[in-house]
């Protein structure tokens, strides 16, 4: 039976999403449900000079109160310079990790390009870190929204995509590059592990025992 995990696109998404997206044969996306603010959809955590430095997508608001939106339906607020500040964050955390100018090549045109909608840039983002990490998963996208998963091979890591999960599993520590500051912070953005352990990233995450 195909070892199979359902998760959420995410803004690159955590390193603990991608131990389990590295260690599945088969991913299926979450295309389907609504959005959720304080989520991984649109923020990423990095390692900055000050420590742990959210950075955070800004989206439409509806204007609508107590409506539900679709999360493929959520369009980015262009009219702020998001990319551009990201960019130069992840520059500043970064330039000075060992594989930063390795990548950047390969993420750069993710803050140069305008996108309309929230989910077609996490999907990219999951294509350019995935060439990255040189990682091949095939994957499918949910038809309709479940709340509770029919098939028994699949299993629902949904979760996941919750910034403010408290429980998480232990994973190894890593080199990081102020971590003689502040000491290790634990699950970040794939980009952190990334852009210190580079071609050995994909071998980290495999290694890690989650459940």
């Known amino acids: 039976m195909m070892n199979s995990i359902l998760i959420h696109p995410a803004y690159f998404g955590s390193i603990l999403q991608f131990c389990h997206i590295s260690q599945a044969e088969e991913l299926v996306f979450e295309n389907e449900d609504n959005y959720q603010k304080q ?4 923020r990423q955590y990095i390692y900055g000079a000050n420590a742990k430095l959210l950075l955070n997508i800004p989206i439409k608001h509806t204007g609508k109160k107590n409506i539900r939106q679709k999360y493929k339906e959520v369009k980015i607020e262009n009219d702020f310079k998001w990319q551009i500040i990201h960019w130069r964050s992840l520059e500043t955390a970064y330039r000075t990790s060992p594989f930063f100018e390795f990548y950047e090549d390969e993420l750069i045109h993710l803050y140069e390009k305008e996108y309309k909608y929230l989910l077609d840039f996490n999907y990219d983002c999951f294509e350019a870190v995935s060439e990255c990490l040189q990682l091949e998963k ?3 996208k949910t038809e309709e929204y479940q709340l509770e998963i029919l098939e028994e091979k699949i299993q629902d890591k949904r ?5 403010k999960r408290k429980q998480l599993p232990t994973l190894e520590t890593y080199t990081q590059v102020f971590e003689d500051k502040f000491g290790f912070i634990p699950n970040l953005s794939i980009l952190d592990l990334l852009f210190n352990e580079g071609p050995n990233s994909l071998n980290y995450l495999q290694q890690q025992l989650v459940d």
């Open 159 to 163: 979760y996941l995509i919750d910034a």
């Open 138 to 140: 095939e994957y499918r």
């Open 39 to 42: 989520t991984y959809r649109n």
